[in-house]
């Protein structure tokens, strides 16, 4: 059989670096594990404007398709910011999303025990979390129409519309519950169903999934607002959160920063699943390009490789191999390796990038 096939897009600033680990880890899963895949690489945001001028040709599109999987680190810098918007580097990500219709975004919070003091909360609320975040992407109020900015009498008006079909919400519904029964069986569906008629079909839609294909997930509904206020008085009473693109991108933001810092925050994108069972998808940091630190080797990489992790679990089927990635960066935490994100001014020298790749190959080795 052909090996599952990887297109790369590491793109620009840490991008390529917090990437250069992650390849490193697919090469030891070639090695060590018999878990190879036929890697390509391409341009993304500003180094395809470079040489294309445009964030994304084409033929990268046309690649990214027809990929298994793809793997994405980073675009944007200050280089691009005067670029006109329809050729900024960021768009060649949002053609990304809209082109492969990456409908469900997971974006989990995990709080390892080594860095819980880095959380801005209190250690006992946060050490342990594992909750996973399942933003609606494509649709809502960000895409809905009208919008615009309009002549009313002597006055303009700024208007937006929240939108969403039944179909919309449902097959996002499936894939929270999905993933509920790989993790610990619950969902909470948030939206605003006291004050908005999206919320109200929202909630009954997301109830008829549960009730007719989902009985045995545990389903409770919340209001957004309360959603944000438990996120963070008791984050650990969450398993799967879903919810609408504008409420999951302020409350993934949120949960995200329970955990500590932009450089351990890894996410996934996932479409219809293909004829073979596997959904079209897209594996990224949640971090940008960073061009502060970028080509001084002080980027921590592993958001980057808990992306990966992520592919491997969601679509590789390779939960267990996605466990020992993930428990090969725990160890190394546990065992004091820091990048400088990781580390106050007084707590000593920070490791690079790829001595933090090392350590966590290191780990690897003496999980076998
Ligand atoms: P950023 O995430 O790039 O950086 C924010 C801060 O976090 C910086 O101080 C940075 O040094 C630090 N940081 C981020 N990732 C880190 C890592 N792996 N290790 C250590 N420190 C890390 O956000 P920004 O500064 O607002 O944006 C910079 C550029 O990135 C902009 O052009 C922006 O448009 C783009 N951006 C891209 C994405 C994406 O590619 N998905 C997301 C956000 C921002």
Known sequence: ????????????????????????????????????????????????YDKHGTPLHDDTMAKALAADAVLLGAVGGPKYDALDFSVKPE??????????????????????????????????????????????????????????????????????????????????????????????????????????????LWREVVQKVHDEDYPDVELTHMYADNGAMQLVRAPKQFDVIVTDNLFGDILSDCAAMLTGSLGMLPSASLGAPNADGRPKALYEPVHGSAPDIAGQGKANPIACILSFAMALRYSFDQGEEAARLEKAVEQVLADGARTADLMGPEDGTPISTSEMGDAILAALDASL
């Open 1 to 48: 059989m052909a090996n599952p096939s990887l297109l790369i897009l590491a793109g620009d600033g840490i991008g390529p670096e917090v990437m250069g680990q992650v390849v490193r880890i697919i090469d030891w899963f070639g090695e060590k594990r018999s878990l190879a895949f036929d890697v390509e690489h391409d341009l993304v945001g500003g180094a395809a």
């Open 91 to 200: 768009r060649g990500l949002l053609r990304l999303r809209k082109e492969m219709d990456l409908f469900s975004n997971l974006r989990p919070a995990q709080c390892f025990d080594a860095l819980a003091d880095f959380s801005s909360l209190k250690k006992d609320i946060v050490a342990g979390l594992d909750i996973m975040i399942v933003r609606e992407l494509t649709s809502g109020v960000y895409f809905g129409e009208p919008r615009g900015i309009f002549e009313e009498g002597n006055e303009r008006v700024g208007i937006n519309t929240q939108r969403y079909t039944e179909s919309e919400i449902d097959r996002v519904a499936r894939s929270a519950f999905e993933l509920a029964r790989r993790r610990n069986n619950k969902v909470c569906s948030m939206e605003k169903a006291n004050v908005m008629e999206s919320g109200i």
